[in-house]
C-alpha cells in the first residue's frame, strides 16, 4: 500500500478537521474551521498537504511561509502535523515532511520551523530525527 501526499483541496476539509480536533484533543466549531480551511489553502503562502493511500486520508501538514525581516527573507512554519494512529511508525510523517522540504526549498525559504508543546516527546524526537535542531523557545501569551 503506496502512500502518496499531495496538495490538500477543499473537498479534503471533513478529513483534517477530524485530524485537526484529534491533534488538539478538542471538539472546534465546524463551520467556523471550514471558513478558516478555505481561506488558509487559497492563500499562496500557505502549504498545506495531505497524505492518502488507499484512497483514504491518514495524514495531514499546514505550513505557512512569512517574510521575515529578521531572517531577511522567507522563513516557513509547521504549524500542523498529524497521521492517523494506525497509521504512525510506517514513514507517513517522514513523507509529509520530505515534502514540504522541497516545496519550501524551491520557494527560496531560508529555514523550515516546526512548533510543538514540550509534552509531545515523540513529537519531538521525530522532528529530531529529521534534522529539526532544537534551538529556539516559544513563549505564549494567552488573551484571557
Known amino acids: 500500500m503506496a502512500t502518496s501526499i499531495r496538495k490538500a483541496e477543499s ?23 471550514k471558513l ?20 483514504l486520508l491518514i495524514g495531514y501538514l499546514s505550513c505557512h511561509i512569512q517574510l521575515l525581516l529578521h531572517h531577511a527573507g522567507k522563513v516557513a512554519e509547521i ?4 497521521v492517523l494512529t494506525p497509521y504512525r511508525n510506517q514513514g507517513v510523517g517522514k513523507l509529509l515532511i520530505d515534502e514540504i522540504k522541497r516545496i519550501t526549498k524551491n520557494q527560496g525559504v531560508l529555514q523550515l ?14 522532528y529530531k530525527r529529521e534534522s ?3 534551538s529556539h523557545k516559544k513563549l505564549v501569551y494567552y488573551f484571557q
Open 79 to 82: 504549524q500542523e502535523m498529524f
Open 132 to 134: 529539526f535542531e532544537d
Open 11 to 33: 473537498s479534503d476539509f471533513e478529513s483534517v478537521y477530524q485530524f485537526v480536533c484529534q491533534l488538539q484533543n478538542k471538539v472546534f466549531v465546524k463551520q467556523q474551521l
Open 113 to 126: 520551523e516546526a512548533t510543538t508543546r514540550v509534552v509531545r516527546e515523540k513529537a519531538i524526537a521525530f
Open 36 to 55: 478558516l480551511y478555505e481561506e488558509n489553502i487559497a492563500k499562496k503562502d500557505n502549504i498545506y498537504l495531505v497524505a492518502v493511500q488507499d484512497d
